[in-house]
């Protein structure tokens, strides 16, 4: 775990559940595994604040306990799992890409699910039923008309259909020491495990939801509203999903990620038709292909004419011809394993991420560097060995300037000297000095510069949000008075006196504000896009073949 990690890492739980859980969470990560009571000294926060923070993260799956060194009659050690603390940079991407495939109601289960670390079904039916039904317009639901439950347990089926959402996998004992242990009031603690060890992960329980979303009711109907919420919670045991609780599949939305990102590099390197070519072979085999696997399954040229969409229109010799230029296409993203079924085809996992990985490097030295020592880089990826003066040769670019780029490129250690003796002494004069260019340090090297990059857009962001701090709540404050005006049916004079509240400077630098953080928060998702595909590449590399 390096600095810049644990530093991300400290920022994200500070900005997600504040600081006690981020001092628990960091001195975790720095310490690797610790007893309870061995946390709460050192950290000299109270048991009590060090249990709940506990709670707070293996609820989210960012922390997990197990028997110590003195065996199961010891005391219970807990450790930090860091990617899934890092995993909520992607929160806003995971909800986004359960929008655009399942709608505004997968969006909100997926969103209910991430805010929650885990939940029931029935109560993330519930929960978002109420929530589509109170945001629903009145131009499209008239008074009275709520969203089904039935509806939003369609949605829920089919994220967990595609297998993005799963089980929790079932809680783990720690050791006999129950003593040390953690007595959460919440729903459950779950130790994190791989979907293949919990093979019921995606079978959906029996339950009898029936009923509407409910609108929020006014202040007299609140007692009434607390019975109708209790009376639920009695009722979660007649649904039969009683101690059942899901969690997202981080691992099947970043496989869809890695997907996509495919998609579009075969889009801009050939055409539309390719890329829905690759697009048809990547949904036939995404369920069915191992998360580390370097190839898809194999498919047939007839399987793939018969799964292409009809829109496309595409004849079965337009078809051959478009699966040759994949499979000769230099970047390699297509092959072929056989001649039975017209022809065997599969999409080569690792080499496109090798592919992408390599592009991200040739972007960042040419954005950094200038076009010629984009040249001279992607000269050394493709040549491997060369001397300064085959260098030259190559890239065509003059002595004194290809000397400076070179030397630049080395002291950001994006390009390596090697050199070969021809003696054993080592004299300058007999030593061969070769520049090469290592993909895979390389790449390690510039997702560590991403993550320094995140953590500064989050500290500045932080730091905008602090510096006005009094201007927002004041701005809060005024549109939920606007709110509960609007509510009662208030004329538009007082409306509009209130909004004059705000003074046109402050109104001025709310705008500017606005602008900044959403900026601030565009270029933190873009960052995240590469660490994703870093990130893909070097898991791929040390992939069990």
């Not at 109420?130 to 009145?138: E, G, I, V, Y």
């Not at 954005?367 to 493709?382: C, N």
């Not at 006005?468 to 005006?485: P, T, V």
Request: charged fraction near 25%; glycine fraction near 4%.
């Amino acid at each position: 775990m390096t600095a810049q990690e644990v530093r991300l890492c400290g920022l994200l739980l500070q900005e997600h559940f504040g600081d006690v859980v981020e001092k628990v969470g960091t001195h975790l990560i720095r310490s690797g595994v610790l007893t309870l009571r061995a946390l709460a000294h050192e950290t000299k926060l109270p048991l009590d604040l060090v249990k709940k923070s506990l709670c707070v993260l293996m609820q989210h799956g960012m922390c997990a306990f197990g028997a110590g060194r003195r065996g199961p009659a010891g005391p219970v050690e807990y450790h930090i799992i860091c990617e899934h603390i890092l995993h909520m940079l992607r929160y806003p991407r995971y909800i986004y890409t359960a929008k655009s495939l399942y709608g505004d109601t997968g969006e909100l289960i997926v969103e209910e699910i991430l805010q929650r670390g885990q939940m029931t079904m029935s109560s993330t039916v519930k929960t978002v039923a109420d929530r589509l039904t109170h945001n629903m317009p009145a131009l499209f639901a008239p008074e009275g008309q709520s969203m089904d439950y039935s509806e939003v347990v369609s949605a829920f089926s089919r994220l967990v259909e595609t297998h993005f959402l799963q089980r929790c996998p079932p809680m783990a004992s720690a050791g006999s020491s129950s003593s040390e242990a953690v007595n959460t009031p919440l729903p459950v603690v779950t130790q994190p495990t791989k979907p293949e060890d919990h093979p019921e992960c995606y079978r959906l329980p029996y339950i009898n939801l029936t009923g509407q979303g409910k609108r929020r009711r006014s202040s007299e109907d609140g007692e009434a509203e607390q019975r109708a919420a209790k009376k639920t919670k009695t009722d979660n045991s007649e649904r039969g999903d009683e101690g059942i609780y899901w969690q997202v599949n981080f691992q099947r939305f970043h496989l869809h990620f890695r997907d996509q990102a495919i998609i579009s590099a075969v889009s801009c390197k050939l055409d539309q038709t390719s890329s829905e070519i690759v697009r048809t072979m990547l949904r036939m085999s995404e369920v069915t292909t191992p998360a580390h696997a370097a190839f898809t399954q194999a498919l047939s040229a007839n399987e793939i004419f018969r799964a292409l969409p009809f829109s496309y229109n595409i004849a079965r010799p337009i078809l051959d011809q478009y699966l040759t230029l994949l499979v000769n296409d230099p970047m390699e993203f297509v092959g072929r394993t056989g001649d039975s079924g017209g022809g065997m085809y599969v999409v080569n996992l690792h080499r496109a991420l090798a592919n992408l990985a390599r592009a991200t490097l040739e972007s960042v030295v040419q954005e950094r560097f200038g076009s010629r020592s984009a040249r001279i880089f992607r000269l050394l990826l493709r040549k491997r060995h060369l001397e300064q003066k085959q260098v030259e040769d190559f890239a065509m670019v003059p002595a004194k300037e290809a000397k400076d780029m070179l030397y630049t490129l080395l002291s950001e250690n994006l390009v390596q000297l090697q050199e070969i003796p021809k003696t054993p002494d080592y004299a300058p004069s007999r030593t061969f000095y070769l520049y090469t260019v290592n993909q895979l340090p390389t790449a390690r090297l510039l997702l560590q510069h991403c993550y320094k990059t995140v953590g500064n857009l989050i500290e500045r962001r932080l730091y905008e949000t602090k510096e006005n701090k009094r201007l927002l709540e004041k701005s809060q404050q005024i549109e939920a008075i606007l709110a509960s005006l609007q509510a009662t049916g208030a004329e538009a004079a007082q409306l509009t006196e209130v909004e004059e509240m705000i003074t046109a400077p402050e109104r001025q630098q709310l705008e500017s504000l606005q602008h900044h953080i959403n900026k601030l928060d565009s270029s933190e998702n873009q960052v995240d896009e590469t660490i994703f595909l870093l990130e893909s590449y070097i898991n791929s590399t040390q992939a069990p073949p």
